[in-house]
């Protein structure tokens, strides 16, 4: 069975930084391109950010590109989301995600596996 949990969610003031992390069992992690969706309340589900299997590839959602960082550890099977100058907008819950291919897409057709989500709140 597989399981993607996250952690490192919270509340943080704007301009601040979070660090979240997404620890994978029941798949090979290293097969695996991962990434981060968020969900706003009253909005629609959106990829933030994917990186390939290797780490070497990484993608962002122009909202973030600049703030956030990517980055996994295929030995500890852990995939981390680095979050700087927060803003309101930021705000949502957060999911770890596993795409269904080494190639990926930040749209949710293209997740096999979703976390159970870890909530960030931004204050103004």
């Known amino acids: 069975q597989v399981q993607l949990v996250e952690s490192g969610g919270g509340l943080v003031q704007a301009g601040g930084s979070l660090r979240l992390s997404c620890t994978a069992s029941?798949?090979?992690?290293?097969?695996?391109?991962m990434g981060w969706f968020r969900q706003a309340p009253g909005k629609e589900r959106e990829g933030v950010s994917g990186i390939s299997w290797s780490g070497t590839t990484a993608e962002y959602v122009d909202s973030v590109k600049g703030r956030f960082t990517i980055s996994r550890d295929n030995a500890k099977n852990t995939l981390y989301l680095q979050m700087n100058s927060l803003k309101p907008e930021d705000t949502a819950t957060y999911y770890c995600?596993?795409?269904?291919?080494?190639?990926?897409?930040?749209?949710?057709?293209?997740?096999?596996?979703w976390g159970q989500g870890t909530q960030v709140t931004v204050g103004s």
């Open positions: 995600v596993a795409f269904s291919g080494y190639a990926f897409a930040l749209t949710p057709e293209s997740v096999k596996y």
């Open positions: 029941g798949l090979t992690f290293r097969d695996w391109a």
